[in-house]
């Protein structure tokens, strides 16, 4: 009798667990990422986290990840690759992998993160209710904020250089900013562009001479080659302001930013609802509100320049160390 009751406890146990298994919904979620760069890396793994937050942890999801290493047409075939490939859900971080997404995706829920104007990029029908399948975050800078920051550490500042790819529309948004900004403060802007990472070396050489400091937007070819711009910088003395956090930890001086990181979770946790039965066409465009200072004294005392003493007051985060990433 003992044993037949251990049995039947055992067979029992079996099919609770056998039912529960059964039970578990698994998604599977395809990840398109423009190009590997501290930024996007950090939103990727933030929408990890923030979907995990959620309820839906990496046990129970199935995640499909590609990158187009900054190639447009590498980000338009991952679209149709993951058109056909049956998923539940796809994130796309960057501009050019939303814009590909948008362009041939139309049956199943897309997120993106890091675009900085979905609308102008033609994503999403408006930030209020875009409308189609689309719907995420935008990391649009304060790009007035983060040059008046530049002033703070060069108040005689008369040429500005910005690095850019006019082809990601992104980067042209920030830009036409930067532009604003400058022409209203007095200080002459000089552009450097390129079409790829091959050029970043080029562009950043052309500046020098001409200009008192370099900004960088979060251009994604240019912030991926980042360390080909610094090592140049730093040899003829031109400090680099960021748009992003990430960018700061590898030797540019300072920005005010937002984290992508707390964006990426943010992301997931739209996604969440969206798996939950939520329509993206009626969810609006989300912005983070956690912007901070971000400062890297080793960068500024590698050029001699001197860091206001009111900025170093209110830096929420101080990076001792250039970190290579």
Do not use: W
């Not at 049956?86 to 814009?99: E, H, R, S, V, Y």
């Amino acid at each position: 009798m003992k044993k037949t009751f251990s049995i039947l406890i055992v067979l029992t146990v079996f099919l609770v667990l056998i039912s529960s298994f059964a039970g578990a919904q698994e998604y599977r979620i395809g990840i398109s990422q423009f190009v590997e760069h501290p930024a996007l890396d950090a939103a990727r793994e933030g929408f990890i986290k923030g979907l995990a937050e959620a309820g839906f942890s990496e046990e129970n999801i199935e995640f499909i990840e590609q990158n187009a290493q900054a190639d447009f047409a590498t980000a338009q075939s991952i679209a149709q690759q993951f058109k056909g490939d049956n998923l539940d859900l796809i994130l796309t971080i960057a501009t050019p992998n939303a814009q590909a997404a948008a362009n041939v995706i139309t049956d199943t829920p897309v997120l993106f993160t890091a675009v900085t104007d979905p609308e102008e990029a033609g994503i999403v029908a408006s930030m209020e209710r875009p409308g189609g399948n689309l719907t995420g975050t935008t990391d649009m800078n304060p790009v007035a904020q983060q040059i008046e920051l530049i002033k703070e550490f060069i108040p005689e500042i008369t040429d500005l250089g910005v690095l850019y790819n006019p082809g990601e529309v992104n980067s042209v948004v920030q830009v036409d900013l930067v532009k604003e900004t400058t022409a209203e403060m007095g200080i002459n802007l000089h552009e450097g562009t390129v079409s790829n990472s091959s050029e970043v070396s080029l562009a950043a050489s052309s500046l020098i001479g001409d200009v008192d400091a370099i900004y960088v937007p979060t251009d994604n070819i240019i912030v991926s080659a980042l360390p080909s711009v610094l090592n140049i910088t730093n040899q003829n003395n031109i400090p680099v302001f960021a748009s992003e956090n990430g960018q700061v930890r590898q030797g540019s001086i300072a920005t005010l930013g937002i984290d992508y990181n707390l964006l990426g979770v943010q992301t997931g946790k739209m996604a969440a609802r969206v798996l939950n039965g939520a329509d993206p066409a009626e969810m609006a465009v989300e912005s983070s509100d956690q912007l901070k200072l971000y400062l890297n004294k080793k960068a500024a005392e590698n050029l001699n320049l001197e860091i206001p003493a009111a900025v170093l007051d209110r830096a929420d985060v101080i990076y001792e160390e250039i970190t290579q990433e």
